[in-house]
């Protein structure tokens, strides 16, 4: 594993603009970013779009439009309640006329002055948009997609990934391409109908949602067990896992020792991908506080094979000089 670490640049540059939008993973390009990561919902007409969630009104303007007031609803997404707007229930028409906002404008001030500026991309647009700088720039630049909430998306007769092979099938031209999900079943599925490369997303507690509908009762923790580990290697080719369970943190806010996932998962054959990696004082372990450098310093010493960043500068910065 002697290759340097990937940065895939978490929704864009979700530190400096609203996350996944054009201008986002635009600037994450230009910043040096290995990867755009677009997290992947379904309009009503099954186009592919990229929003943190199918729920929008935390991240567009939804709420201005008198003409939707209607279609705000209560839904069970993933056994949670949620109110709001559901990309389900617009067409990709009705979605381009909305404009994207930040997502945690208490935290980040400075990039709400971006807000109602930038459209609602699809994956296309997203696609179109690597390949012209990949030519610009002489370098592939990758995309990173993530399936979310499969298993509800399916149940509603909007499967995601069917339209993703078919949207993806640029990948005859060599661009690097990483397919994420929380769930295993539909990653076991991709298994069976692509080539590409897979990743395990991990998180720090709870259980994958397919999981839950099927009665399964592992956990999280369980898939980073050494069985847990052979079982994914069976699917996928790397986990994209939550840092915290690389290196602990405790009550305090302060980092423990590292556990041995890492070493666990190389010698299963898988590489790590860790997330998310942000500036901001207010995700940092008090150990970097101010010093959002010293944790890429601490995760690419443990030998981890990518990282998600809201701002690929930092990551890059510190990688190409480590």
């Not at 993530?146 to 399916?154: N, S």
């Not at 539909?186 to 990743?199: E, R, S, Y």
């Not at 990696?277 to 094979?305: A, I, M, T």
Request: aromatic share 10%.
């Amino acid at each position: 594993m002697n290759k340097k670490p990937i940065i895939i640049a978490h929704r864009g540059a979700s530190g400096y603009r609203p996350e996944h939008t054009l201008a986002a993973y635009e600037l994450a390009i230009n910043c040096g970013a290995d990867y755009i990561e677009p997290d992947l919902v379904s309009t009503q007409d099954g186009v592919l779009i990229a929003r943190h969630e199918n729920e929008i009104s935390e991240t567009t303007n939804v709420a201005k439009h008198p003409e939707f007031a209607e279609r705000r609803t209560t839904k069970i997404i993933d056994g949670e309640s949620k109110t709001g707007w559901f990309t389900e229930d617009f067409t990709l028409s009705e979605i381009k006329t909305l404009r994207a906002k930040e997502r945690i404008p208490q935290l980040r001030q400075q990039n709400t002055i971006y807000d109602d500026l930038c459209e609602i991309p699809t994956l296309q647009e997203i696609i179109d948009l690597a390949k012209n700088y990949s030519k610009q720039l002489g370098r592939n630049i990758g995309i990173y997609p993530e399936t979310k909430h499969p298993t509800y998306f399916r149940n509603i007769n909007l499967a995601l990934e069917e339209p993703l092979l078919a949207t993806l099938g640029y990948q005859k031209e060599n661009v690097p391409i990483y397919i994420q999900s929380f769930e295993v079943s539909n990653l076991q599925d991709l298994a069976q109908k692509t080539h590409l490369p897979l990743v395990q997303l991990i998180n720090l507690t709870g259980q994958p949602y397919d999981f839950v509908v099927s009665g399964d009762i592992r956990t999280y923790t369980d898939l980073v067990t050494q069985s847990g580990l052979e079982e994914i290697a069976k699917y996928a080719q790397t986990i994209g896992i939550h840092k915290d369970i690389l290196v602990p943190r405790d009550d305090q806010n302060q980092l423990r020792s590292p556990t041995s996932v890492v070493a666990n998962a190389h010698a299963t054959n898988l590489q790590v991908h860790a997330w998310t990696f942000r500036n901001e004082d207010y995700f940092l372990p008090l150990d970097f506080q101010g010093n959002p450098q010293g944790e890429y310093e601490l995760f690419f010493s443990l030998g981890v094979d990518g990282v998600f960043s809201d701002f690929s500068d930092t990551a890059l910065s510190v990688r190409d000089r480590s």
